[in-house]
């Protein structure tokens, strides 16, 4: 069961997170429910050093603090 991620944007505190959730397994195979884990996109940028190499080789956008719509 492969895990998955969804970027959206948190609106009351007007900044991008990264939702990665991944469905598991009990011992015999069967799905007994799926992990969370919610990350700002700039403060994994500050402490992981593959993705801020991606930024920095132009294959990712760097992440600004807070993010509006402009609206």
Do not use: W
């Amino acid at each position: 069961m492969a895990g998955h991620y969804v970027i959206y944007k948190q609106s009351n505190f007007q900044q991008y997170i990264l939702l990665f959730y991944k469905p598991f397994e009990d011992k015999n195979g069967e799905f007994t429910g799926v992990a969370y884990a919610f990350v700002n996109l700039y403060e994994e940028y500050l402490i992981n050093d593959t993705f801020a190499s991606a930024i920095d080789d132009g294959i990712c956008n760097m992440p600004p603090r807070n993010c509006t719509t402009g609206e």
